[in-house]
């Protein structure tokens, strides 16, 4: 079965009722606007006759960039994924917020689970969510292939990167990663029917020297994310991730950008570096990954108690320091 029917396949599966909510990339739409331009192309090159019987196909198509097919094409498709990746992030935050939900909101939600199974719906949406991201992930990867085939460019490349750069990159988002630890944390890598349909989830290598989450999607896709700190070379402990994407320990990136533990990592100065990338401004959407937390608390206990030790006596040498200072600036000496 070819994708495209796949896909329509997809959208009008069971998860049809989730999809209605959520944006999806419009993969014949875009097919269409790539087959009529090549259309306009072959007709062009009969008609100039530029086309000889032993043209390689390199050389049959100069249509390096197409004006009607990147005005149709590339403007839609960015508002596409744009669309996808925000949808993603808000279901993946909605869903992980009922899950670690405390004070009232988890007394009510634990009425409810008299009256319905609360915990297998919030398995079910995981597993809608990892289709969804998926899924759409292919359709984008196989248009563009699609467009640099039509064309015989490398502007479908170069939108890839353009896709890293704005942080729109599906299965580059951090709430992939916090969506896999959910998956542990809920314990369905031990389940056999949830490894079929979800996919399959390890994080065996907490305790090695290069701590790993891999992360086996629907149709054969693998991933794998470092958990390791860039600044302190361990395995993150109350990891945030920035919005460039790279994941560090709270203190260590509250060190990096000059701000107490106490303060946080959204106190940091707007013109604060990411110390990998050193992109600016990314502390402020910065994301506590709290699943991420959680599992490495479950995972390696004595490593996470010892760490917590270890920050929670930084954070009050740094508490006292601060309030000093303010002391002394208040009374004058």
């Not at 759409?136 to 502007?155: C, E, G, M, T, W």
């Not at 460039?244 to 701000?259: L, Q």
Request: net charge positive; proline share 2%.
């Amino acid at each position: 079965m070819k994708f495209g029917e796949t896909f329509t396949e997809y959208l009008h599966g069971e998860e049809e009722w989730f999809l209605e909510k959520c944006r999806h990339v419009e993969y014949k739409k875009l097919k269409k606007v790539l087959k009529k331009c090549k259309t306009c192309n072959s007709t062009r090159s009969n008609d100039e006759h530029i086309v000889s019987s032993t043209t390689s196909l390199s050389d049959s198509c100069q249509c390096q960039s197409c004006s009607w097919c990147d005005e149709m094409f590339f403007e839609e498709l960015m508002k596409e994924v744009s669309d996808i990746a925000g949808c993603f992030r808000s279901r993946v935050r909605h869903l992980l917020h009922l899950h670690v939900a405390t004070g009232m909101q988890r007394y009510m939600m634990s009425l409810r689970r008299c009256f319905t199974d609360e915990k297998q719906t919030l398995l079910q949406e995981g597993q809608f969510l990892i289709q969804y991201i998926t899924m759409n992930a292919i359709a984008i990867r196989k248009i563009l292939k699609k467009y640099d085939k039509v064309h015989s460019s490398v502007n479908g490349k170069k939108f890839k990167l353009k896709m890293r750069a704005e942080r729109i990159e599906l299965l580059h988002s951090p709430w992939l990663i916090e969506l896999g630890a959910f998956y542990i944390n809920s314990g369905l890598d031990k389940v056999g029917n949830f490894k079929n349909s979800f996919g399959r989830v390890s994080c065996d290598y907490l305790n090695d020297d290069q701590p790993m989450m891999q992360l086996m999607l629907p149709n054969s896709i693998e991933l794998e994310f470092d958990l390791t700190c860039a600044i302190c070379l361990e395995t993150v402990f109350n990891p945030y991730a920035l919005k460039c994407g790279h994941i560090f320990c709270k203190a260590c990136a509250c060190s990096a950008a000059s701000v107490m533990i106490f303060q946080g990592i959204k106190a940091a100065p707007k013109n604060s570096k990411c110390p990998i990338c050193r992109e600016a401004g990314v502390y402020a959407e910065a994301v506590h990954m709290i699943e991420l937390h959680l599992l490495l608390k479950i995972r390696n206990k004595e490593y996470w108690k010892e760490r917590m030790m270890s920050e929670r006596s930084e954070m009050v040498k740094q508490s006292k320091m601060f309030w000093n200072e303010q002391t002394k600036h208040m009374i004058g000496y």
